[in-house]
């Protein structure tokens, strides 16, 4: 595979391994709406409680005794939690999960971060209806900045080698050697 393909691919699969992996947990775990992934989730094992948090807390991912739970700030409203329980089930499922290829292993904070807003938007893009949308929106507006992150980003990762190759191409370059 030539070396600019598989920039290509192991790119899009950073970027898009996460609203994937939102498909798929959505679809085992027969989540219909935003409102139902509670009790979704308890379904599923998942322990889902609501305490008192610091305010600049929406909520944290932990297994606790091989549980996994989703502890929420009850102070926030149910726009918000809409947003948090997503982005909370992303972090068991792309990070905390034991059983998973420790290849993907431990991210550094912030692209930890991202991974789980990313799930999180796409959960509820797959879930929301129209009112529910906007009103998560109004609530968590990094959401947009994260939808948009993610599309430049992938048009980045196709564009760019694109680009090297066509301007290598136009000015007569070697281009770079396909690996064996
Ligand atoms: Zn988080």
């Given at each position: 595979m030539s070396s600019s393909l598989e920039f290509i691919l192991e790119g899009l699969e950073m970027i898009l391994a996460p609203g994937a992996e939102a498909m798929t947990v959505q679809q085992a775990l027969g989540v219909r709406s935003l409102a139902d992934m509670p009790t979704a989730l308890k379904r599923a094992g998942y322990e889902v409680c609501y305490v008192d948090l610091?305010?600049?807390?929406s909520g944290f991912a932990q297994v606790i005794e091989g549980q996994p739970h989703i502890v929420l700030?009850?102070?926030?409203?149910a726009e918000h939690t809409h947003f948090t329980v997503p982005h909370e089930l992303g972090h068991h499922v792309l990070?905390?999960?034991?059983?998973?290829?420790?290849?993907?292993g431990l991210p550094s904070e912030g692209l930890a971060e991202f991974q789980a807003h990313q799930f999180a938007t796409l959960c509820i893009l797959l879930l929301a209806n129209e009112r529910e949308r906007e009103d998560v929106l109004n609530e968590n507006p990094e959401l947009l900045l994260v939808a948009a992150t993610s599309l430049l980003m992938t048009a980045g990762v196709i564009l760019i080698p694109l680009i090297v190759h066509l301007w290598s191409s136009l000015c007569g370059l070697p281009r770079p050697v396909a690996e064996k």
């Amino acid at each position: 595979m030539s070396s600019s393909l598989e920039f290509i691919l192991e790119g899009l699969e950073m970027i898009l391994a996460p609203g994937a992996e939102a498909m798929t947990v959505q679809q085992a775990l027969g989540v219909r709406s935003l409102a139902d992934m509670p009790t979704a989730l308890k379904r599923a094992g998942y322990e889902v409680c609501y305490v008192d948090l610091p305010d600049k807390v929406s909520g944290f991912a932990q297994v606790i005794e091989g549980q996994p739970h989703i502890v929420l700030n009850r102070a926030k409203s149910a726009e918000h939690t809409h947003f948090t329980v997503p982005h909370e089930l992303g972090h068991h499922v792309l990070h905390l999960d034991a059983s998973r290829d420790p290849q993907l292993g431990l991210p550094s904070e912030g692209l930890a971060e991202f991974q789980a807003h990313q799930f999180a938007t796409l959960c509820i893009l797959l879930l929301a209806n129209e009112r529910e949308r906007e009103d998560v929106l109004n609530e968590n507006p990094e959401l947009l900045l994260v939808a948009a992150t993610s599309l430049l980003m992938t048009a980045g990762v196709i564009l760019i080698p694109l680009i090297v190759h066509l301007w290598s191409s136009l000015c007569g370059l070697p281009r770079p050697v396909a690996e064996k």
